[in-house]
């Protein structure tokens, strides 16, 4: 496959990531992001892409968490969606830095 198809997915995939609350559709796109990457395998470009893509979860989480915090102070009824919404960014964001994580080792290991 085409390095530059499997990063367009990447990124198609991550921003899906940032804004579906469905577990279940995040699950399938979870599975699907962790296929595009390994295609891409080993990749400076691809490190790149994840540090931001961490950076960018790690702001939706600090919103996220804010905007729960005002649900919690007013009782909304909206207050287990947003739970649920910040729980699925974090899982999100802990696929990347997994990600991330085992390409530098690799990239270690292999120099």
Not at 86 to 99: A, F, M, P
């Amino acid at each position: 496959m085409d390095p530059f198809i499997a990063r367009m997915n990447v990124k198609n995939f991550t921003n899906r990531l940032r804004t579906e609350a469905d577990p279940g559709i995040r699950a399938r796109l979870h599975r699907l992001l962790l296929e595009e990457e390994d295609r891409l395998g080993r990749d400076l470009e691809l490190l790149i892409d994840l540090e931001r893509t961490i950076a960018g979860f790690d702001t939706a989480i600090q919103t996220q968490t804010e905007l729960v915090a005002s649900f919690e102070q007013g009782e909304s009824d909206s207050l287990a969606g947003a739970r649920r919404f910040l729980d699925g960014l974090v899982q999100s964001r802990t696929l990347c830095k997994d990600y991330h994580r085992r390409l530098v080792n690799s990239a270690r290991t292999t120099d």
